[in-house]
């Protein structure tokens, strides 16, 4: 199957990220104009992180935690609006359709299509790093860019053997027909080239 002009190019923005001083740069990379349409996954941050501490002390289940961990990466894309308002919300197909249209610049809002979605296992193995790709697949996007702090190694198969990304992350790129691109912080400068397709 040709490749969708409209096919967008989905970036995911670690929650560490948020501690970056690379983080501004990111955002001005991303809400630059461009020729084809950016989605922004955020990580789930310090609000993850607070799921986590939560569920160790009142013991709540797997599922209630993977729901709420969705909710905390909805809080970083909101955050992320709030720092870069070029980045502009989506939260499903129809919104992201129209921001592809224009080949716009946006941050996704995943409680609508991820909240209640039966393909995502309700597990921390399964973060916003597996979500993204997941994302990706449901998208048919162009290219699938996860960006890590420091110097994570390029190769998906390395990082995940390597523990950088998530322990489902292997599984979700089986199957996936898009390039992923495994960046650090330091490696804006390389989208403009990811989006003209100089780079898989």
């Known amino acids: 199957m040709p490749e969708s002009p409209l096919a967008p190019l989905v970036v995911k923005l670690g929650g560490s990220l948020l501690d970056s001083p690379r983080l501004a740069s990111w955002l001005e990379a991303l809400a630059r104009p461009a020729p084809r349409a950016r989605l922004v996954v955020a990580g789930g941050g310090p609000?993850?992180?607070?799921?986590?501490?939560?569920?160790?002390?009142?013991?709540?289940?797997?599922l209630a935690a993977h729901r709420m961990a969705i909710l905390a990466m909805q809080q970083t894309a909101l955050l992320l609006h709030d720092r870069e308002p070029r980045l502009e919300p989506v939260e499903d197909t129809a919104g992201i359709e129209a921001l592809?249209?224009?080949?716009?610049?946006?941050?996704w809002l995943p409680w609508r299509l991820a909240g209640y979605e039966p393909s995502l296992p309700a597990s921390w193995q399964?973060?916003?790093?597996?979500?993204?790709?997941?994302?990706?697949?449901?998208?048919?996007?162009?290219a699938a860019v996860i960006v890590k702090r420091g110097q994570p190694p390029r190769d998906p198969r390395r990082a995940a053997a390597l523990g950088v990304v998530d322990g489902a992350f292997a599984a979700f790129l089986e199957g996936l027909s898009c390039p992923v691109h495994i960046l650090g912080e330091e490696e804006s400068?390389?989208?403009?080239?990811?989006l003209r397709g100089d780079e898989g």
Request: with cysteine.
């Open 47 to 62: 609000f993850a992180d607070a799921v986590r501490t939560g569920q160790k002390r009142w013991a709540f289940s797997d």
């Open 100 to 107: 592809c249209r224009k080949c716009g610049a946006g941050v």
């Open 126 to 142: 399964v973060t916003s790093d597996s979500i993204a790709l997941w994302l990706a697949s449901f998208l048919e996007a162009r």
């Open 189 to 194: 400068g390389r989208l403009s080239g990811i």
